[in-house]
């Protein structure tokens, strides 16, 4: 079986990766959600010295009304078929290649339909665009079981493209409020020797209305991310059963005590 791995190499921070020039971002997935994570991550590159102000988003190409969607993007500055109505960054350009779009990215930020996130990471594996000290995180929504057991989206970027880590960022988050600059929360998932590079992220997401935290725990973000959507049904359960508040709050405590245990018997060190 052919290999994309390459030697392993010293780690190197991202701070020392600065030091020779800003970082350049790349956004995998141009969807409702993608590009209200691009129009976020070009604002805040445009305004910082960390980052390079040009943000590359991966475009699936399409064609609207005998358009290309990269060229309506990159010219009227809209993803109309996405999330229309809402004027992204001029200094976020689309590219309908992803190799090209991630080519030399020291940040990857994915966020695209999971189904397809093996196949793209083998192809930029393949390509060996990707720089050893990158970093990458995952807004990728649920989890996929293999073998029997429930697998991170966050882990498989990680090891196929053979970098140093891949952080997660989750939240009660519908793309077309955050779009409106409604008040919203998500938080950062990374691992305990990350957090500088925890703290960088956090400079590429946060805005006065996206407000990110930040926790040494990646496997946690995700579990409890994808887990919640099931106590939130249950929930809502309670209010068509016509239940009350009572009722309602002792499924939710029992809720987030199964999702900690769930996490705690799948996956190591889940502190969320």
Request: net charge neutral.
């Amino acid at each position: 079986m052919e290999s994309f791995l390459r030697p392993i190499q010293p780690k190197r921070s991202l701070f020392q990766v600065l030091q020779k020039g800003p970082l350049r971002v790349a956004v995998i997935g141009s969807g409702n959600w993608g590009s209200v994570i691009g129009k976020i991550c070009a604002q805040n590159a445009e305004r910082s010295y960390v980052f390079h102000d040009q943000v590359r988003m991966w475009v699936f190409e399409e064609m609207i009304e005998g358009q290309k969607l990269t060229d309506i993007i990159n010219q009227k500055h809209e993803n109309v078929k996405y999330l229309p109505g809402h004027k992204l960054p001029d200094n976020l350009v689309a590219v309908p290649d992803v190799v090209e779009a991630c080519r030399g990215a020291d940040l990857l930020v994915f966020v695209m339909p999971h189904q397809f996130v093996a196949k793209v990471c083998d192809q930029l594996a393949k390509a060996n665009v990707v720089p050893s000290h990158a970093r990458a995180i995952s807004l990728l929504k649920g989890l996929y079981v293999e073998g029997g057991r429930p697998q991170l989206f966050s882990d498989t970027i990680r090891s196929k493209l053979n970098i140093v880590e891949c952080a997660a960022l989750s939240g009660a988050n519908v793309a077309n409020d955050v779009a409106r600059e409604e008040f919203a929360e998500a938080t950062i998932g990374h691992s305990p020797d990350e957090t500088d590079t925890a703290l960088i992220w956090q400079q590429l997401f946060d805005k006065p209305y996206f407000k990110v935290n930040t926790l040494p725990d990646v496997a946690g973000v995700q579990l409890c991310g994808a887990v919640k959507n099931v106590v939130a049904l249950a929930a809502g359960f309670c209010d068509g059963l016509g239940l009350g508040t009572n009722t309602k709050s002792a499924i939710i405590r029992l809720g987030v005590e199964e999702m900690k245990q769930f996490g705690m018997i799948f996956f190591d060190n889940v502190i969320a």
